[in-house]
Each structure stands twice: as structure tokens, then as C-alpha cells.
């Protein structure tokens, strides 16, 4: 079955970097864009990038500039890469995917950022 796990959240100090990780399992990794996703305590889920299967990427203008997402396809892996972050960085972040007209989410990592 599909599986999304991702890893790499905690607490950061403001200016501080993170790197999440998201492990897939299930499906043909390679094939599928994957994107992620961020929701902070009393907001709305919202999408914060994604990366098709060419490596193309596109980020929310709220991390521009500040985020990378990048893909290994040999290890079935998807990463977000977090430099100077800011308290409003603070959320659970998600993996998800599509697959077959239905979409896949992971559980989630917290990732924190206050001095």
C-alpha cells in the first residue's frame, strides 16, 4: 500500500535551517509529482511547493527564495530544504501525492521555530 513518512522536524532558532524528509513507499515514485504542504495551529492546511517528476519545482510566495524542494528517485525520497526560518514557519508539515484519482498523505513532522 502507499505510504508517505516524513521526518527531520523540531525546533529551530529563528534564521535557523531544517531538512524534512519524505520516504515513499507503494507506488512508482519516479512517475509521480509530489508536493508539500504545511498547517499551523488554527489555520487552513496550504501548499507550500511541489516537484513534478522532471524536477521541476514551484514554491508558495511565502517561502520563495527560502525553501528548495528536491527529489532522489533512487531512494524513493523527497526533500524540503529550510533555510532562515521564521516563527511563522511554525506548523505540522506534510507530504502528499497523487495516485490513481485519490490522494496520499504522510502524518506529518512539527517543526517549531522560536528563540
Known amino acids: 500500500q502507499v505510504q508517505l513518512v516524513e521526518s527531520g522536524g523540531g525546533l529551530v532558532q529563528p534564521g535557523g535551517s531544517l531538512r524534512l524528509s519524505c520516504a515513499a513507499s507503494?507506488?512508482?515514485?519516479?512517475?509521480?509529482?509530489m508536493y508539500w504542504y504545511r498547517q499551523a495551529p488554527g489555520k487552513e492546511r496550504e501548499w507550500v511547493g511541489d516537484i513534478t517528476r522532471a524536477g521541476t519545482t514551484n514554491y508558495a510566495n511565502s517561502v520563495k527564495g527560502r525553501f528548495t524542494i528536491s527529489r532522489d528517485n533512487a531512494k524513493n525520497t523527497v526533500y524540503l530544504q529550510m533555510n532562515s526560518l521564521k516563527p511563522e514557519d511554525t506548523a505540522v508539515y506534510y507530504c502528499?501525492?497523487?495516485?490513481?484519482?485519490?490522494?496520499?498523505w504522510g502524518q506529518g513532522t512539527q517543526v517549531t521555530v522560536s528563540s
Open positions: 507503494g507506488f512508482t515514485f519516479s512517475t509521480n509529482v
Open positions: 502528499y501525492t497523487p495516485l490513481l484519482g485519490r490522494g496520499y
